[in-house]
Nanobody
Framework: VQLQASGGGLVQAGGSLRLSCAAS????????MGWYRQAPGKQREFIAA???????NYADSVKGRFTASRDNAKNTVYLQMNSLKPEDTGVYYC??????????WGRGTLVTVSS
């Protein structure tokens, strides 16, 4: 299974971006989908997750600004990012869980927020 993430780029503080991530294989049984990010010089951190039923969970740092959504028919997860801050800069990685034991990772897309 390959995950193709897109939507990253350079944006000014206060701006918005929408990331998307599609799984290449439609036959897998997808449970949770979500996003992590890795800022320069820091460990990868959890950002958002969404269950197959649409229940979402967010890191405190992005609550109220980021929204995760998904299209189950397309095995695609989205991350709408509003009111971006310079500290949101980093490489954003999507993941897809298949069942309770398998997790597939995307290659990452770079988001840069300028002040």
């Amino acid at each position: 299974v390959q995950l193709q993430a897109s939507g990253g780029g350079l944006v000014q503080a206060g701006g918005s971006l929408r990331l998307s991530c599609a799984a290449s294989r439609s036959s897998i049984s997808v449970t949770h989908m979500g996003w992590y990010r890795q800022a320069p010089g820091k460990q990868r951190e959890f950002i958002a997750a969404i269950s197959s039923g649409g229940i979402t969970n967010y890191a405190d740092s992005v609550k109220g600004r980021f929204t995760a959504s998904r299209d189950n028919a397309k095995n695609t997860v989205y991350l709408q990012m509003n009111s971006l801050k310079p500290e949101d800069t980093g490489v954003y990685y999507c993941y897809v869980d298949s069942g309770s034991t398998l997790r597939y990772w995307g290659r990452g897309t770079l988001v840069t927020v300028s002040s």
